[in-house]
């Protein structure tokens, strides 16, 4: 998904669940921060501490990091393509699928811990992640050929010349498969003389899996391996909407574990508001005009209970300046009171969960 789900929506929806406004703010930043937190800088505070940023992203030009087996299983599996343990293989339970098992555990082992200081920034977090698993399901987080689609077989079904031009300068630009990167099986594969090379999360089918609005079709080249039909048609409103309703409903849990955080309104059903979140979900337009009409539809009242408000525009460079003032901080103590520093350790404390608990708990070793 991309900003406007992942900031604009997500702030909505959290306060459609009856979330205070601050904390909303708070929750929908951090959201939207995984796909730009892509710093590790060490800051060190003159007293000797020292803050290690937590890389929850990067971007596609990082080349590098993104052919590194090691960095996908660190950033991809955790935080953007949860796994499904669906199959016996491998690579089969490394697909992402919506909504699955695995995702509820890790929505109740964070929603645990909602009483500690991070805890809005882990349920934005928490957010992302869920989302994702609407978004991104049928692929997996690692450089995989349960990736691999069919060349010449992705088709868009509704939508206009401009995103078909994009496409193509999408595939110009990271090559076929969006990309062709080692495969994570391939130091086992070189020993028997196999040479594998596979797509990396749903780079094969370019951008379409997070476009709210967009009906498409693909050929998997392995869709045995997948799980799936040959050919896989997806309309991502609905997918969206199934997924925006179950973000209501974790903000609503969130809200119950912590009446400290509520608003005081009880928040509104998500039936009273599907038909417009549905609406939004089926804008066909770009990002910035899917933008606007979150903010349109929240300035006029009709996603909460407290009449009409603004959604404060996102900036990523808000938290990076909270970043580099961890440096000048009077005492490393007051770090405690900064967003950003929350962020970091809910980021580090959902990566340990992932993939040193969860994962094992289900069979699924990758570190």
């Not at 060490?42 to 993104?66: K, M, N, Q, S, Y």
């Not at 805890?119 to 997996?140: C, N």
């Not at 969206?240 to 912590?258: K, P, S, V």
């Amino acid at each position: 998904m991309d900003i406007d789900m992942h900031y604009y929506g997500t702030y909505a929806l959290a306060r459609a669940a009856g979330l205070r406004r601050d904390v909303a703010l708070r929750l929908a930043t951090a959201a939207e921060f995984v796909d730009d937190s892509t710093e590790t800088d060490i800051i060190v505070h003159p007293d000797g501490a020292r803050f290690r940023g937590e890389a929850t992203a990067h971007h596609p030009t990082e080349l590098g990091a993104i052919n590194d087996a090691d960095d996908q299983q660190q950033v991809w599996v955790p935080f953007h393509f949860l796994p499904g343990n669906i199959g016996e293989s491998q690579s089969q339970k490394l697909i992402c699928r919506k909504d699955s098992q695995l995702a509820k555990a890790m929505i109740q082992h964070h929603l645990d811990l909602a009483d500690k200081p991070y805890a809005v920034e882990l349920m934005g977090i928490t957010a992302h992640v869920y989302a994702d698993t609407f978004a991104h399901y049928g692929f997996s987080g690692v450089s995989s050929r349960v990736n691999r689609i069919r060349g010449g077989t992705l088709l868009p079904l509704n939508a206009d010349p401009l995103f078909n031009t994009a496409v193509t300068r999408f595939f110009e630009k990271y090559g076929p498969q969006g990309g062709l990167f080692r495969n994570f099986r391939n130091k086992i594969a070189s020993l028997v003389g196999e040479q594998l090379s596979g797509a990396l999360g749903h780079g094969a089918v370019a951008t379409f899996p997070d476009q709210p609005y967009l009906e498409w079709r693909y050929d998997y080249e392995l869709a045995e391996l997948v799980g799936a039909a040959p050919r896989v048609e997806r309309q991502n409103a609905n997918d969206f909407e199934e997924g925006a309703a179950a973000l209501h409903g974790l903000f609503r849990a969130f809200a119950a574990r912590r009446p400290l955080y509520a608003d005081g309104t009880g928040g509104l059903d998500f039936e009273a508001i599907r038909t417009q979140v549905r609406a939004l979900l089926r804008m066909s337009a770009g990002t910035g005009e899917r933008i606007a009409a979150w903010k349109a539809a929240m300035a006029t009242g009709r996603l909460s209970r407290g009449g009409g408000e603004p959604i404060p525009d996102y900036s990523h460079d808000d938290w990076r300046r909270q970043t580099q003032q961890l440096a000048t901080l009077e005492t490393p103590q007051m770090a405690s009171a900064m967003p950003v520093y929350h962020f970091h350790q809910a980021a580090a404390v959902h990566r340990y969960y992932v993939l040193r608990e969860l994962l094992p708990s289900h069979g699924i070793y990758i570190i």
